[in-house]
Each structure stands twice: as structure tokens, then as C-alpha cells.
């Protein structure tokens, strides 16, 4: 029915607020009423087991919100830690301190990106540990992504000789750090590496010279200690009589400085999509260049027994798409690239819509219905401003060179595979009129330097050619 019946028909309406009631939880009359409904963080049920849906099933009859608060609290927990794998850190941290050696950084440029792109974080960690060239460059033949599994680490155990102790930190306080240790199986071991996993991201597990007094009172002790050097501040550890009192032997646990962190709000997150600013490789290999042909036989790569496939997801991974879109972003390029609109069609033409706004990649992506493909012409560009905003990227994304090919992925539950065009036309969209006889106006009648944020600043859609 159309809004206009509401504003004709009904005596003193002066607003109209419409709730997606699948978002609140516990919504009352009196919360609508109020227009201050508390909202629900959102849950997805496909990424439960069987044995789980049917326990969550049977608490729902119950009716007890506290029961099934307290199944997602916990299921909810364990479905996020429970893959351990190594990530780069998804965080940067606004306190002014060096933790580059945690692959941990201040800011995101074009050396720090690198720096998390070039190397998995357990390698990174490995390396500040001091393993030698020959056996990083085995280690990273064995992971050769970033994310990998945590059985890896008892291969590398294996074929290293290295005994890891890995401490696994969880921020959330309803949860007990654990240690799991990987002992070398087939050889003896020729040293231990201790190792910390916080947020599926592995550090080298030490203590760092500074306190957390330091990180909680920083504000503080910056004005109050202005002039002293960073490094001096670091190792303060207390306050008497109105002054500050330095310990130059102070350290703590590298999980005790994170864990502070956290608590004081100084991690600030980051993306894939703020990443690809930079690279476009979402993984880069660093072996070292061959300089003659020897080998080390115990990195030797051997035959081994075939191994029994295991079931894979086919439904989040693999799907047949239902619903086909073409799409385009277009950007202010004064400065950094943002994304002020997007148009896409549907293929049979039964859709074909335009989103204004600095929001318009998370309304497309909200408006996509599920199983949906969509083709970008030059999809490098254009997935800076759609990854950043996914819940999760499934399987391995398609990347050739600099170019971005496919990704799959999910949005709230919604699967999408988004796919570049112009891996099948490899031509500029400016030339598609005269190539398909089409009868469209010329593509850059408006050069890519008009819409600049001052003009979009002051929501003015409308070109005016004669300025163009």
C-alpha cells in the first residue's frame, strides 16, 4: 500500500517510523511508542551445527529470553575462537607506542599494509623469534595464506623441531586464557617458541618494558610529563606525593599490555577494504630468490597417501545464483576515494535503482536479496567500497596480479559472489556503446574530478554540463 493512503486517510499523523521487528528484541508497545527500541545484535542460525539449532529450538518453546541469551553467549563465544586461525590484526593502536614487532601498528600507509600483507602473522611472529631464513621459508610453503588452520602449527612442529607454547588470550572476562602446546612428534626438539593468539592473531608471547599503570593513565602523565621521552614514561609505575616514579627494570606480559589495551579503548578497528587502499594482494608469498638448486631433505616435499576429502558447506561456498546485478560505484577523487553513489540494474530489467549518500554501499548491499551475483567492471576499484562492509569473505578469493576476479561472501546471512566484467570484456565501459550498437549519450560527459566533496558536501546530485 502506498504511504500516501497514511497521509490522506488517517486524522493527525505527522510521522511514520517503520521497525524491522526480526532486529529488536523484546519489542514492546511502549518501546514503538517511545521510538527508542533497543536493538539486538544480529544472529545468524545457518552457522550453527544441527545438534545446536535443535538445543536453541527447544529453548525458544520455553519462552525464557534469559535461556537463550545465555545459549548465543556461549555458542556465540565458541563459534568465534574456535577456528584459531592466524589473521593480520584487525585493529590499530592509538596509543602512541611501537608494537611493530607484534605486527601491531599506528596507522595504516603503504608500509605498514605491506607489512601485514607480506608475511602470516604466526611467520612474522616466528621471524622475531629469530628461526633461521631456510626454515621461515618452509613454514611459509606450509601455510601459504594467511588464514590457516590451527593442525598446521603441529606440521610445522613436526617437520621444524620447533615446540610452540601457544597462550590463547580472550578479552572477554567470562573466559580463562588457555595454553596448547605443539611438541615436535618425529624428531627431538631443537627449541621452544612461545607464542600468544589473541583475536585468531599470533604474536611472539614476552614481556615489553613498560607498565599498564602507563597505558590507563596516559592522558595524565602527558601533561604532566610532557617533555619526557616516551620510552622514560613506559616504565612509570606509580604516583607519590604528587610525582610520578620511574622503574627502569619494570616489564609486563605482552597479554597484560593487550588486554589493557583493549580495556582503555585504544585499538581502533580496520578492514580488508581499508587494506585494499593499498594492496589489492590479500596475501603475498616472500620466498627468497633461488640462488642454486640445493635443497634442505628434510623440507623435501614427500609422497604421501591420498586424503579422504572432507564435507565442505557447499550452501555458503558454492550456489547457484538466483538473482543477477550490474553495478557501478561513483567517487569523489579529490583527495581520498569515497564512494558518493551506485546504480546497478537487474538482468531482466525488472530493477533499476540509484543510492545517494557516503552510506550508499551498505543500503545496496542491505536491498540485495539472497544468492545474488554481482558484476563490477573493474572490480579492484570498486570492492574497496563493498568489502570493508561484509560479515565474512567465504573461500579463497580469485585474485590475478593486481586484479580482483571473484569474491564470495556473506552479508547478515545473504550469500553474494561478486565478480569483474571485465575479465570477460576486457574494455573500457566507454566503448560499450559503439561495440553493442547501444543508444546512450557518451559515458564522460562529466569528468571523474567533478563530483568533488565540496560540491557533495552540499548534497548536489545535479551536474551542470556547461561547468563540466
Not at 331 to 340: L, N, P, Q, V
Not at 380 to 386: H, K, L
Request: aromatic fraction near 14%; proline fraction near 4%; hydrophobic fraction near 35%.
Amino acid at each position: 500500500m502506498h504511504y500516501d493512503f497514511f497521509l490522506t486517510n488517517i486524522k493527525n499523523l505527522t510521522e511514520i517510523k517503520m521497525y524491522d521487528l526480526t532486529e529488536y528484541e523484546g519489542l514492546t508497545m511502549s518501546d514503538v511508542k517511545k521510538g527508542k527500541p533497543k536493538k539486538r545484535p544480529y544472529r545468524d542460525e545457518s552457522t550453527l551445527t544441527n545438534d545446536q539449532k535443535a538445543i536453541l529450538e527447544a529453548l525458544k518453546q520455553t519462552g525464557n529470553p534469559a535461556l537463550i541469551e545465555s545459549f548465543w553467549k556461549d555458542n556465540g563465544e565458541k563459534k568465534f575462537y574456535k577456528k584459531r586461525s592466524g589473521q593480520f590484526w584487525k585493529y590499530l593502536c592509538t596509543l602512541p607506542i611501537n608494537l611493530e614487532r607484534y605486527q601491531i601498528f599506528n596507522e595504516l600507509n603503504k608500509r605498514t599494509a605491506t607489512l601485514m600483507t607480506e608475511d602470516n602473522c604466526f611467520v612474522y611472529a616466528c621471524i622475531q623469534a629469530g628461526v633461521d631464513g631456510e626454515t621461515i621459508d618452509h613454514m611459509r610453503e606450509v601455510i601459504r595464506v594467511r588464514d590457516f588452520p590451527q593442525s598446521k602449527v603441529q606440521e610445522i612442529s613436526d617437520a621444524t623441531g620447533i615446540a610452540f607454547n601457544v597462550t590463547i588470550g580472550y578479552f572477554n572476562d567470562s573466559r580463562h586464557n588457555e595454553i596448547k602446546r605443539y611438541i615436535p612428534k618425529e624428531c627431538e626438539t631443537v627449541r621452544t617458541i612461545d607464542l600468544l593468539l589473541v583475536e585468531d592473531h599470533y604474536m611472539l608471547n614476552e614481556r615489553l618494558p613498560m607498565t599498564t599503570y602507563f597505558i590507563r593513565n596516559y592522558i595524565e602523565i602527558l601533561k604532566a610529563c610532557g617533555g619526557m621521552n616516551i620510552e622514560k614514561q613506559m616504565k612509570i609505575y606509580t604516583k607519590r606525593e604528587d610525582k610520578y616514579v620511574v622503574r627502569y627494570d619494570r616489564t609486563t606480559p605482552l597479554w597484560d599490555v593487550m588486554k589493557t589495551l583493549w580495556e582503555c579503548k585504544y585499538f581502533e578497528p580496520i578492514s580488508y577494504g581499508e587494506l585494499f587502499t593499498y594492496t589489492t594482494d590479500l596475501y603475498k608469498q616472500n620466498l627468497a630468490p633461488f640462488k642454486d638448486l640445493t635443497y634442505a631433505p628434510k623440507y623435501c616435499v614427500q609422497l604421501k597417501k591420498k586424503a579422504e576429502s572432507k564435507e565442505v558447506n557447499k550452501n555458503k561456498c558454492k550456489f547457484i545464483p538466483e538473482h543477477v546485478f550490474f553495478a557501478d560505484f561513483e567517487c569523489s577523487t579529490d583527495g581520498f576515494h569515497k564512494a558518493f553513489n551506485i546504480c546497478y540494474d537487474s538482468e531482466d530489467g525488472s530493477v533499476s535503482e540509484s543510492i545517494w549518500g557516503q552510506n550508499c554501499a551498505t543500503e545496496f548491499l542491505e536491498r540485495l536479496p539472497d544468492k545474488s551475483l554481482i558484476y563490477f567492471h573493474n572490480l579492484s576499484y570498486d570492492i574497496n567500497f563493498i568489502l570493508r562492509h561484509m560479515t565474512e569473505v567465504k573461500g579463497t578469493p580469485i585474485i590475478k596480479g593486481s586484479r580482483t576476479m571473484q569474491i564470495t561472501g556473506l552479508y547478515k546471512g545473504r550469500a553474494i559472489i561478486i565478480k569483474d566484467s571485465y575479465s570477460v570484456i576486457n574494455k573500457k565501459l566507454k566503448l560499450f556503446p559503439a561495440m553493442f550498437n547501444l543508444q546512450t549519450g557518451p559515458k564522460e560527459i562529466f569528468p571523474y574530478n567533478y563530483y568533488s566533496s565540496v560540491l557533495l558536501a552540499n548534497d548536489n546530485r545535479t551536474g551542470v554540463i556547461s561547468e563540466a
